[in-house]
């Protein structure tokens, strides 16, 4: 049996690095937390001691000693949700460019799960947060306003804000499509949905509003799931909106473009003509939803400007700066491609 050599198992100090250097470990300290005060010979002699010797700076110890981690903590509901792609590239290139780390969290849509996670990132003491949505337990709340740490809530417009948001109305959102929809020509218009978090419902809730105002609303034309969303589900939801409303149904808005992909590739199988025989509609705006054929309707989200948002707005704070708008709304637009007819 082989046993271990304590001499290259053990994890290299400061000092050590100091000692191949043959430097202080003050200097070699200054070198890994502020380079730009220590001459670029000397950055040169500690960086290749750290290199040689697999030096990994203890950051607790540094954020104790500085009173400052450098870190952001990010909260999302799902790492594979390609939505939050462009949300988190936003928050990453506004952090890294001001030497800040960014430490994330999946809470997989859960609040008791965003509670447990979030306590987790409260722990590595982080200087700011950004968090997805408003509907945290009243216990994460109270976490997080003990920590008395700059808060961004992101991905909806809020009420009441815990601290700062940046996001949109997903009811307005809903609102518009229905109306777009109906400017079309479509009289008898259902909604598709899956997993029905509360920014999704909020959709729902927009869409309803602006049939039943208008007299278009037919409760039997709204088919949700609770499981998550896939192209495949959006194919089975479509074909039970289809035999709820007895085919009557003539445009459909989907709660996301993966559910729409889904109702697309479905009605081809089943030879029903998109759009001349039924509209269709996604949300999220993916690449491939300008692609496919008919490219797909969808509505778009400034995704990336929201994580660039979020981000400015967490620096500022933490910089000493004021942040003269707190909420912000960065708006959406409907975009009306080949899946649905025409504006008439």
């Known amino acids: 049996m082989r046993t271990r050599n304590s001499s290259t198992t053990k994890r290299a100090t400061l000092a050590d690095v100091a000692k191949v250097a043959n430097v202080s470990a003050i200097t070699v300290s200054r070198v890994i937390n502020q380079p730009d005060k220590v001459s670029s010979d000397l950055c040169q002699r500690v960086q290749e001691a750290i290199d040689m010797l697999g030096y990994i700076p203890n950051q607790s110890a540094s954020s104790l000693a500085s009173a400052r981690s450098g870190v952001i903590g990010v909260s999302i509901p799902s790492l594979s949700n390609i939505v939050f792609n462009d949300v988190l590239r936003g928050i990453y290139d506004v952090a890294g460019a001001s030497d800040y780390k960014v ?9 008791l799960e965003e509670e447990k996670m979030i306590r987790t990132l409260l722990s590595q003491s982080p200087e700011a947060m950004i968090i997805t949505g408003g509907d945290q337990t ?3 709340e109270r976490m997080l306003a003990k920590a008395g ?12 804000p815990l601290d700062m948001n940046v996001g949109f ?5 809903g609102f518009d499509v229905a109306l777009k929809l109906l400017a079309t020509g479509c009289q008898r218009l259902g909604f598709i949905g899956a997993r029905m978090d509360a920014r999704v419902q909020q959709r729902m809730a927009g869409f309803r509003d602006a049939l039943q105002e208008r007299g278009k609303l037919n409760e039997k034309f709204l088919v949700t799931t609770p499981e998550p969303s896939s192209i495949a589900l959006g194919g089975e939801l479509f074909r039970s909106l289809l035999s709820l409303s007895a085919g009557q ?10 559910l729409a992909l889904g109702a697309l590739f479905e009605s081809q199988r089943m030879n029903i003509k998109v759009p001349t025989d039924i509209s269709l509609c996604g949300f999220n705006d993916f690449e491939s939803s300008a692609f496919v054929n008919p490219s797909l309707s969808s509505v778009h989200v400034p995704r990336y400007e929201m994580g660039v948002q979020a981000a400015q707005m967490i620096v500022q704070v933490l910089e000493g700066e004021a942040v003269a708008q707190k909420q912000r709304d960065i708006g959406f637009e409907v975009i009306l491609r080949q899946s649905s007819r025409p504006i008439q």
Request: contains cysteine; aromatic residues 8%.
């Open 249 to 258: 149904v003539d445009g459909i808005f989907c709660c996301n473009d993966d």
């Open 169 to 173: 109305s997903h009811y307005q959102a």
């Open 149 to 160: 740490l700059p808060v961004v809530q992101i991905m909806e417009i809020l009420n009441q």
């Open 138 to 140: 009243r216990a994460c």
């Open 103 to 111: 430490l994330l969290v999946d809470t997989h849509y859960s609040p």
